[in-house]
């Protein structure tokens, strides 16, 4: 039940505990160690797209907007065969790139940038929340467990203090200890009538980005949150109802931890198939073999003839010729979905499907 205002940013509390400084010690190790590895790798396109479609899919499931990575195939491909989820999923992964390109452009993440995410989320222009009754409910049991605030003004003037927290300094408090912060706080305003977790989960990553804390939006906490989606839920009513933001942070550091882990493993074992499958088509292909083509191969998990004729300014007779040479040493399986025929990078693929 929500009898207080929400409190405006920063929290009148001691963040920096003892077991606090413990855990982000681990966090902070663990992300660096990410960052390093990834900092080295030369085509980071693949690298992100691979990761962020993970992402826009585990985020949504958090959601129970639950689809496959056959169905997301399918909607990436060729949209109109595929489900709504699928559809929304998607639409996730464009928000993403949208709010990494204008955060890295403006060094900076604004209110507008935020309403803009969301936009791309829900497809709509709705905005900030303007009719009261947005609860928040108990899944389970269906009671309602708290009310955002209320009113267009008393949201802008959350969001806009929370705009300032993330923007200046504050108080020399370490970023990633901010970042749970600020992650609380905007869920807790909840600004717009649907999309406040996956957009909130969004900003997580920008705001990494933004503190330079890793370059490409590769680090995402919904698979951990996924394994672990009780707590996140009770732990923001926790820091509500009993100032308790030990735990809250806690459990976004060692969210951070584990999941800088897994992503490493999966972002060497991509690169490591980038350069498996270079070396087998320069021996097998010698004739085709490009690091262009190489990349376009792994631009996304399936290609398409028009993509490797401008990819590579070929006329489209060599564009096919080099595609079912390819399919024919099993580099890649095609199929024809709508009217085109899309080519499968079923490596690429498996790897992100079944992850580390
Ligand atoms: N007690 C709570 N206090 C603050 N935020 C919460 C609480 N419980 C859940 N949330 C946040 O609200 C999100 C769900 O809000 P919603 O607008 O439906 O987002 P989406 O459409 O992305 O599902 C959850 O993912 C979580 O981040
Ligand atoms: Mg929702």
């Keep these: 039940?929500?009898?207080h205002k929400l409190p405006m940013l920063p929290p009148n509390a001691e963040l920096e505990t003892k077991t606090v400084l413990k855990q982000l010690a681990r966090a902070n190790r663990a992300l660096a160690e990410l960052k390093g590895y990834a900092d080295t790798i030369p085509n980071k396109h693949i690298l992100i797209n691979a990761i962020m479609i993970n992402e826009a899919k585990d985020s949504s499931a958090i959601e129970n907007i639950i689809t496959t990575h056959d169905d997301l195939y399918k909607a990436m491909s060729d949209a109109s065969g595929a489900s709504p989820a699928a559809k929304e999923v998607v639409s996730y992964r464009t928000a993403l790139w949208q709010g990494y390109e204008l955060v890295k452009s403006n060094e900076m993440l604004t209110t507008n940038m935020i309403v803009e995410i969301q936009g791309i989320i829900e497809k709509n222009r709705a905005g900030i929340r303007k009719l009261p009754g947005t609860v928040l409910r108990n899944e389970r049991t269906g009671e309602t467990v708290y009310t955002p605030p209320a009113g267009e003004t008393e949201i802008r003037e959350l969001l806009s203090n929370l705009e300032k927290y993330i923007n200046e300094d504050y108080n020399d408090i370490d970023p990633l200890i901010k970042l749970a912060v600020i992650h609380y706080q905007f869920e807790s305003i909840h600004p717009f009538y649907d999309g406040n977790g996956r957009t909130g989960r969004i900003i997580n990553v920008l705001y990494l980005v933004l503190m330079e804390l890793l370059d490409s939006p590769i680090l995402y906490l919904s698979k951990y949150i996924i394994r672990n989606k009780s707590a996140y839920y009770s732990l923001f009513q926790e820091v509500r109802t009993h100032a308790n933001w030990e735990e809250w942070i806690v459990y976004i550091l060692t969210g951070i931890e584990e999941t800088a882990e897994e992503t490493l493993r999966l972002v060497k074992r991509i690169n490591a198939e980038v350069e498996t499958m270079s070396t087998e088509i320069k021996e097998k292909l010698p004739k085709i073999y490009s690091k262009e083509l190489i990349d376009l191969l792994f631009y996304?998990?399936?290609?398409?003839?028009?993509?490797?004729?401008?990819?590579?300014?070929v006329t489209r007779k060599t564009a096919v010729n080099y595609l079912s040479s390819l399919e024919k040493e099993g580099f890649l399986t095609s199929e024809k979905?709508?009217?085109?025929?899309?080519?499968?990078?079923?490596r690429l693929y498996d790897l992100v499907k079944y992850g580390q």
Excluded at 303 to 309: D, G, N, Q, S
Excluded at 337 to 346: C, D, S
């Design 1 to 3: 039940m929500s009898e």
């Design 300 to 313: 996304e998990f399936y290609t398409k003839t028009v993509y490797i004729e401008k990819g590579l300014s």
């Design 337 to 346: 979905i709508g009217k085109e025929r899309i080519y499968q990078n079923k």
